[in-house]
Nanobody, 123 residues
Framework: QVQLAESGGGLVQAGGSLRLSCAAS????????VAWFRQAPGKDREFVAG????????EHADFVKGRVTISKNFAKSLVYLQMNSLKPEDTAVYYC????????????????WGQGTQVTVSS
């Protein structure tokens, strides 16, 4: 089973940018779709963006379209989430998750999760 570890969270002012990284332990990285979810206090975990096993299919939630880019670095077994024009409502714990090959927007479809990284956007 692939193990995941997020990094790159922090405190940023509204309008700023952050790049989150998700490191995978498994060298067969191309077999896994990886997605980013987020969970704000008192809210359900929600899909942000995902990339397929081969990297050719990417999906983004409507609320981040145009502000977020997901990418996969196969050589380093990393998935990046570049977030620009951050808003206070983007404040949440961000998690990366993996499942075989294809992206799903459903939390229940993912069996492997990282521990999460906190993103706080101040107004």
């Amino acid at each position: 089973q692939v193990q995941l570890a997020e990094s790159g969270g922090g405190l940023v002012q509204a309008g700023g940018s952050l790049r989150l990284s998700c490191a995978a332990s498994d060298r067969t990285f191309g077999n896994y779709a990886v997605a980013w979810f987020r969970q704000a206090p008192g809210k359900d975990r929600e899909f942000v963006a995902g990339v397929s096993g081969g990297g050719g299919v990417k999906e983004h939630a409507d609320f981040v379209k145009g502000r977020v880019t997901i990418s996969k670095n196969f050589a380093k077994s990393l998935v990046y989430l570049q977030m620009n024009s951050l808003k206070p409502e983007d404040t949440a714990v961000y998690y990366c998750a993996a499942r075989p090959v294809t992206v799903s927007r459903s939390v229940d479809e993912y069996t492997q999760w990282g521990q999460g990284t906190q993103v706080t956007v101040s107004s």
